[in-house]
């Protein structure tokens, strides 16, 4: 592949991280006792954790800026990840533990259901699965992004969780509830929930945030548990 064919490639994938909230659909106090139990699709969630600052100082330079931007991030995340491989975290498997756990607070009855989702797509479902009976209704769920995120070269890395909710009615599909959930949001205003990032996992450069993987994963966990905490709320 040519470098121009890289440098489009990467300024593309640059151009569409700013992702705006999916159409709101509040979750109607009615429709409440009728759903008791949920089926939590397989969440489209990659177990590619992030690293990346919004305003990257290479992007003032230009086309080839935005090229170092992004390799430097890559590499960033590369290097979390590896740091924290043997730590036995699973991004996808954590992040679900932490939703169903707050659904059940919530007082649902959870079961998790799978499907089959392409991986390099994340966004809802175009089809849902037929009822048995067995559910009241389907979660759908995709995740934006899961990782640390610092604003800019002069800011500390913090926890990041931007997942899209959906929720269905079993038996004809019917779209009950629907919203965008930003814990550490980043311009992600646009009607989403947004939650403060707790203080005491903030890592003010790249190399403390890798030197203290067993830290930086309690801090996803928790921007897990709160985004799922947050839901619950939602559909209480």
Do not use: W
């Not at 890559?74 to 043997?86: L, W």
């Not at 389907?138 to 913090?158: C, F, H, K, Q, S």
């Not at 909710?165 to 205003?189: E, P």
């Amino acid at each position: 592949m040519s470098l121009h064919r890289v440098i489009v490639l990467m300024v593309v994938g640059l151009l569409g991280t700013g992702c705006s909230a999916p159409l709101h659909r509040a979750y109607d106090p009615a429709v409440r006792h009728q759903i008791r139990s949920i089926g939590l699709l397989t969440p489209a969630v990659s177990d590619e954790v992030a690293v990346r600052m919004e305003v990257h100082p290479g992007e003032s330079f230009g086309v080839v800026g935005m090229l170092v931007a992004a390799t430097d991030m890559n590499g960033k995340s590369g290097e979390f990840m590896r740091a924290t491989r043997s730590k036995g975290f699973v991004c996808s498997k954590s992040f679900e533990q932490q939703l169903d756990a707050g659904l059940r607070e919530a007082g649902y009855e959870v079961h998790s259901i799978d499907v089959s989702r392409i991986t390099s797509e994340q966004q809802f479902l175009d089809h849902y699965p037929v009822s048995d009976g067995s559910v009241d209704a389907y979660l759908d769920i995709y995740t934006d992004v899961i990782g640390y995120t610092a604003a800019g070269g002069a800011t500390p890395y913090r926890p990041t969780v931007h997942v899209n909710v959906r929720m269905v009615r079993a038996t004809d599909h019917k779209v009950l509830y629907q919203d965008r959930i930003a814990y550490n949001a980043f311009g992600d205003g646009d009607g989403a929930i947004t939650l403060s990032p707790a203080k005491g996992y903030e890592f003010a450069r790249f190399d403390q945030l890798v030197a203290d993987p067993v830290k930086a994963l309690e801090g996803l966990r928790q921007a897990m548990r709160a985004t799922g905490q947050a839901l619950a709320r939602q559909l209480r």
